[in-house]
């Protein structure tokens, strides 16, 4: 399966868009042998992902679809004419199709200068490649691009004021990891972007050498871009660059999916993974997405409860923190230090990582089991641990670590995590009866803004995570 790196409408090329993009489209996909299944076809729907507002779609014969357009289409999907099977192909996607480094009209010259566009997010070649495409009259991905997005309404909490992302996602951990994004986006643009594209004028007009514009391409490029697995005994190789792949981008994205991309030697197919009624909606998968990394990579998440993938997070130092909260003297402190820089060195925990805590699972179980254990050990245990190196017995303590078997940890285990629990909820600013009242109450829910209540959603969802942790540690 591959990582997708997914949408709410940039109007085509940066001088506009066609009258009738869908059409476009289908046209330029005949063109370059993309091969659509008579029993699907594009539709601006009715539903609201991705941060926009979808329009209704006329269902067309086969041989054409045509979109009937009500109000501003701010995204486009993919709708079953008639019944589909498990195991149907869809749609099939050349790779001479995809827009990639390789693949834009100045690939070569991407190519030579390899060296000088590396950078943390691997991306800058592909960034490069649309920026180029985009602005040029003879692209021959014109067609394509006018069902991308609008770039200026990409709703991204990148793309948020600081201080509604800040107060609305308070907790959730996407004010940093934004953070992260807007600090390298602007040094990646400023060290290597800017330089290249001041280096070939030729190649990139004045109106493209916008970090507004990079900016919106990043978030693009991380939403919905795909990036294809490596090969088991690949495993050490650096990760493939991301690639944008016509046609399979248009798919929304649920938990619950109905299709997914297959990778091989000459093309992309999408192929249903389960039936699909006529008229249903197909929709692909990003991968195992908690709420919060939909709503910072994509720009929306699923409604509670839909979303069976979602997670919260325990910062792996807010643990430290509760241990050090349990010691009452001063070499118990020191004590906690010297089994923090232990799991360290064991490369268990880490000033930046958080454990991760799904519905049914723990999905860091290794590193959660091996923390509590260490810090919660008798200093004797610990000693004889640290003077073996970490090399004692290291043995799973009551069978793996999932959501119902956390009563029967250690009490002391089970004491360290609750703390742990009730300093995560401190972090937000709302309680859950809080979020419970505003989505219970339709009328004062269906007040709230479009980014109230995805934050909202973001929120109770990892709340209700962490508070069935705390009933599961209760005494």
Not at 298 to 321: C, H, K, L, S, W
Not at 422 to 450: C, F, G, M
Request: hydrophobic share 40%; net charge negative; glycine share 6%.
């Amino acid at each position: 399966m591959a990582t997708q790196t997914k949408r709410p409408r940039v109007a085509g090329p940066v001088d506009g868009g066609d009258p009738d993009p869908v059409a476009g489209f289908l046209n330029w996909c005949r063109r370059v042998g993309l091969e659509l299944s008579p029993k699907v076809s594009e539709r601006a729907g009715g539903r609201r992902t991705r941060g926009g507002a979808r329009a209704a779609l006329t269902s067309p014969p086969p041989a054409q679809v045509a979109v009937s357009r009500q109000g501003t289409v701010a995204g486009y999907g993919m709708v079953a004419r008639e019944s589909v099977q498990a195991g149907e192909l869809l749609f099939v996607v050349p790779r001479a199709a995809l827009l990639s480094q390789h693949t834009c009209s100045i690939g070569g010259l991407l190519e030579r200068e390899r060296g000088a566009l590396q950078s943390q997010s691997g991306w800058v070649p592909l960034l490069l490649a649309l920026l180029h495409e985009l602005q040029a009259p003879a692209s021959r991905w014109r067609p394509y691009f006018a069902l991308w997005p609008e770039l200026g309404r990409l709703e991204h909490p990148m793309f948020w004021p600081e201080e509604e992302r800040r107060c609305l996602l308070q907790g959730t951990g996407v004010p940093e990891a934004v953070e992260k994004d807007l600090a390298n986006i602007r040094s990646e643009y400023h060290s290597i972007v800017l330089p290249f594209m001041e280096a070939h004028p030729d190649l990139f007009s004045l109106r493209v050498r916008s970090l507004e514009l990079y900016h919106q391409l990043v978030a693009l490029v991380m939403a919905y871009s795909f990036q294809e697995p490596l090969e088991e005994e690949e495993d050490e190789k650096e990760p493939n660059s991301p690639v944008m792949v016509p046609a399979a981008d248009i798919l929304n994205h649920l938990a619950n999916h109905n299709a997914n991309l297959e990778y091989s030697a000459n093309c992309l197919r999408m192929v249903a993974t389960q039936p699909i009624p006529k008229g249903h909606e197909i929709f692909n998968t990003y991968g195992q997405m908690a709420n919060w990394q939909l709503i910072h990579m994509y720009g929306f998440v699923e409604p509670y409860p839909d979303n069976t993938d979602d997670t919260a997070d325990i910062q792996m130092v807010t643990v430290r923190e509760a241990a050090l909260q349990g010691t009452k003297t001063e070499a118990e402190r020191l004590l906690a230090y010297e089994r923090w820089d232990f799991l360290c060195k064991l490369e268990m925990v880490g000033e930046e990582g958080a454990f991760v805590i799904g519905r049914e699972e723990v999905l860091t179980e290794e590193e959660l089991i091996t923390t509590l254990k260490v810090l919660c050990m008798p200093a004797e245990e610990f000693r004889e641990l640290k003077d073996q190196d970490g090399g004692g017995d290291n043995k799973r303590e009551e069978g793996s670590l999932t959501i119902t078997n956390i009563p029967k940890l250690k009490a002391s285990w089970r004491q360290l995590l609750r703390n742990s629990v009730l300093l995560t909820l401190q972090t937000y600013a709302t309680d859950l009866k809080t979020d419970q009242d505003l989505l219970s109450n339709k009328e004062v829910y269906a007040q709230l803004s479009w980014r109230e209540q995805q934050a909202l959603q973001v929120r109770y969802g990892q709340k209700m995570i962490l508070h069935q942790l705390l009933e599961l540690t209760s005494w």
